[in-house]
């Protein structure tokens, strides 16, 4: 449309068709032609279009309160992380809900340094974990990167499925591994279970934290809840999106035990990552 070319920021090259409304797997255009919806809205749409049971949750929650910040309790958040919980990997206890995948990715990263410290995170060759600039970071393909160089410092990227490339980049300076259970953008390599399982045991072994990104796999797509799972894989850190919302913009990310999440914990972090030689405690500088 004239509008939408002049005014929208040109990012996406357009298709020349209009869609005007959708049903389960079926778009229809302004002519009221009818397609097989293969995009499924780049992967949020797997309940399908018009789906009755989310159309009725998001009106009746509109018009009940559509905004509360995480400052509040409220009960409707209170249930959804109590089902949340349940669909997880085992040893996930705890949730911070953001946008996006993307968003979920953002978060990872940051709870992974705050956590642990560190400031290097190994990701893999053809991984993608999105466009925002600490998840483009961690993703590979040069053609999404190279437009925004300098990008966050204290990324690699080491070899996927390769477990003796992923034992000689973990070091002591490692916050992360953040990998994909199966790589989509990549060209859809599925991580095998010894490749999981071994991440699992080096982060574990080498103080990292495993953020396995289960932002396309999640929510069924594998025929598991999470692609990890297939595996008996719990990561630290579970980036999700996509599916969460049915195709309303929402993302999470799941936080295991490892991770520490809290102002006094930042605060021992912080003061660990400062080195200061000890010294006798003076009556005069308690505070």
Not at 35 to 58: F, K, M, P
Not at 110 to 119: D, M, N, Q, V, Y
Request: proline share 5%; charged share 20%; aromatic share 8%.
């Amino acid at each position: 449309m004239d509008s939408e070319s002049r005014l929208a920021s040109g990012v996406y090259a357009k298709r020349d068709i209009v869609i005007a409304r959708g049903k389960d797997a079926t778009l229809w255009d302004k002519q009221g032609r009818a397609y097989i919806d293969c995009v499924s809205g780049q992967g949020v749409s797997t309940l399908g279009h018009a789906n009755e049971a989310v159309a009725r949750a998001i009106y009746e929650q509109a018009q009940t309160l559509i905004s509360c910040p995480e400052i509040f309790y409220n009960d409707v958040r209170a249930d959804f992380l109590e089902l949340l919980s349940t669909v997880v990997p085992a040893g996930l206890n705890r949730f911070f809900l953001c946008n996006s995948g993307a968003e979920a990715n953002e978060t990872a990263l940051k709870f992974a340094r705050l956590s642990t410290g560190r400031p290097n995170v190994v990701s893999t060759v053809r991984g993608f974990h999105g466009r925002t600039m600490g998840a483009l970071s961690a993703t590979f393909e040069p053609k999404y990167r190279e437009p925004f160089q300098p990008l966050l410092s204290g990324f690699s990227h080491v070899a996927f499925n390769n477990l003796e490339a992923l034992t000689n980049a973990v070091n002591d300076q490692t916050a992360a591994v953040i990998v994909e259970a199966v790589q989509g953008e990549g060209g859809v390599h599925p991580a095998s279970d010894d490749y999981l399982r071994g991440a699992r045991a080096l982060c574990r072994e080498r103080g990292a934290l495993l953020i396995i990104d289960e932002v396309q796999t999640g929510f069924a797509r594998t025929g598991a809840w999470f692609a990890c799972m297939r595996s008996g894989v719990t990561p630290d850190l579970m980036p999700m999106g996509k599916a969460i919302g049915g195709g309303v913009p929402m993302g999470a990310v799941g936080i295991g035990d490892a991770v520490r999440t809290s102002p006094r914990a930042r605060m021992v972090v912080l003061l660990a990552a400062t080195r200061w030689p000890a010294r006798p405690a003076s009556p005069h500088s308690r505070r």
